[in-house]
């Protein structure tokens, strides 16, 4: 994830994508919401099976590089994330 968020990282600034942590975020939302209708796209909107699209991921890859974007700008290690995260569910599904 380092390397991953490094690479973002860099790829903003060589480029000068420079923008607030809201906006970012803001992004992070439009790009979930872009999830979601492909969703819907991909079941005809709830008429039929899922039928996978392409498109799906060319959308997951936005959502993946919007939240390191925000991620970057509040210093977070989402490596470090993913593991409390990771041990916080196997608690919960221990029990």
Same mark, same amino acid.
């Given at each position: 994830m380092k390397i991953l968020q490094?690479?973002?990282?860099?790829?903003?600034?060589?480029?000068?994508l420079k923008s607030s942590v809201e906006y970012r975020f803001l992004d992070l939302i439009s790009e979930l919401w872009e999830v979601s209708k492909e969703l819907l796209i991909m079941s005809d909107y709830g008429k039929t099976e899922l039928k996978f699209r392409e498109e799906f991921k060319h959308e997951m890859w936005d959502?993946?590089? *919007? $939240?390191?974007?925000?991620?970057?700008?509040?210093?977070?290690?989402?490596?470090? *994330? $993913?593991?409390?995260v990771l041990?916080?569910?196997e608690k919960r599904l221990a029990k």
């Open positions: 490094k690479k973002v990282s860099d790829f903003c600034e060589k480029y000068n959502v993946l590089y *919007s $939240l390191i974007t925000v991620a970057n700008s509040f210093d977070v290690d989402l490596e470090e *994330s $993913l593991d409390y041990k916080k569910y």
